[in-house]
């Protein structure tokens, strides 16, 4: 039996890049795409081909160049679509035409104007189509979170039986609770005969914070698909985070006892690298990548760490290449961080200066929101110059 495996989908080229300011030109694709090879996505959606002719080359040349994961473009239930995208994947080693089509009756009534007879006819259609095209055909009931329940379950069913190896179901709107989403996983693979030859796949939005957690959900309900986004960049309040998954499902093997294919140590340096490209960073507190992820200010915190990291990090940051922890000094450090700073900086005080240099310190630090390498050492020099750190054994300049 082949082992119990999650897929990791990477959209960050399309539903991450469809959103504002995470633009990326052609070369920066391909630089990206690579970057994701190298990080082990197993599939990575590398656009929308018929959506332009900016996307159409992408793809191309991301098929062309690219080997590792399925190159996969997204393409509505439409023939011109669908063959758009299969031109565009004609070179991928492993290609995969992702289908998408509405399926709650907000969108069938109000956005495509259809009936739920004409969606299923053109689910089946669309699917059958693609299947001549493609080495693999993944099937996504837009809006599926909002989707009728009995309606959802026969359009699945209606792309199981055409030939779809993958059916998605998304969370477009980021409306679903960790429990509803489970609940939705459960009631397909009850229900819907044949989903247990197919990968179930998740794929949630962060409206309200959950994309994250829906996911994690979804995989303990049988989804084996993650479609996620480096840095979490997507529409509006963006897409469930790789770099977030992944964490979790290294930190808490023991709820996920399930392998993947990422090659963990590359993930900040994919995540750096997006941020180059696009106009913003993650925030400083984003998980695993923000800058403060791994810093600690306060000073219990910081002599914990010191001391031993596990006791306020549950995971190394070398792990996911992220270079140290960091402490960060300011108005809540204590002695053991400025002393430990001090020490990478060359200054190994003794005692008394060193209380010496940690009321100076604090008084810095009230009046600054953040304690740079230079200020201590201007710090240090200072006292040294004025003798304020004066005892038998002068500060020792150890480097
Ligand atoms: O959020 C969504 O529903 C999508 C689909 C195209 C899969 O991005
Ligand atoms: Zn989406």
Avoid: W
Wanted: proline share 4%; with cysteine.
């Amino acid at each position: 039996m082949p082992p119990d495996r999650v897929h990791f989908f990477d959209t960050t080229l399309r539903d991450g890049e469809q959103s504002p300011g995470c633009s990326m030109t052609q070369h920066e694709k391909l630089q990206m795409a690579h970057a994701l090879a190298d990080l082990g996505v197993d599939i990575l959606e590398a656009g929308f081909a018929i959506s332009s002719d900016g996307d159409f080359a992408a793809i191309d040349t991301i098929a062309r160049e690219v080997r590792g994961p399925v190159i996969a473009s997204l393409a509505r239930a439409k023939r011109g679509d669908i063959e758009r995208a299969a031109q565009a994947l004609e070179r991928a080693e492993k290609s995969r035409i992702h289908i998408f089509l509405a399926s709650s009756d907000l969108h069938l009534q109000y956005k495509l104007k259809i009936s739920r007879e004409e969606a299923l006819e053109q689910t089946a259609a669309s699917v059958a189509l693609a299947c001549t095209l493609a080495d693999e055909v993944e099937f996504s009931p837009e809006d599926s979170t909002r989707t009728d329940p009995e309606f959802l379950c026969k359009i699945v069913s209606a792309a199981i039986e055409s030939g779809a190896t993958v059916v998605n179901l998304p969370d477009t709107v980021g409306y679903a609770t960790p429990s509803d989403y489970a609940g939705m996983f459960r009631m397909i693979r009850e229900r819907v005969p044949g989903t247990d030859r197919v990968i179930l796949s998740a794929h949630t939005h962060d409206d309200l914070g959950l994309a994250v957690a829906n996911s994690l959900a979804a995989i303990e309900a049988g989804a084996r698909q993650v479609e996620c986004t480096i840095n979490g960049i997507g529409e509006r309040a963006g897409n469930a985070a790789v770099e977030e998954i992944a964490a979790a499902l290294h930190v808490r093997g023991d709820r996920y006892p399930m392998e993947n294919r990422l090659n963990l140590s590359k993930m900040y340096s994919v995540s750096q690298l997006l941020a180059q490209m696009i106009s913003f960073a993650p925030s400083p507190n984003k998980a695993v990548v923000g800058d403060n992820a791994f810093a600690h200010e306060a000073g219990i915190h910081q002599h914990g760490v010191l001391s031993n990291p596990l006791t306020y990090e549950i995971m190394t940051p070398s792990v996911f290449g992220i270079p140290a922890n960091r402490l960060v000094l300011g108005k809540h450090s204590g002695r053991h961080a400025l002393r430990s700073r001090l020490i990478e900086l060359g200054y190994n005080l003794s005692a008394a200066d060193l209380d010496i240099a940690y009321r100076a310190f604090t008084e810095l630090a009230d009046r600054k929101k953040a304690i740079y390498d230079q200020d201590l050492i201007n710090l240090v020099a200072h006292h040294q110059r004025h003798e304020d750190l004066i005892h038998e054994e002068p500060a020792e300049k150890i480097k």
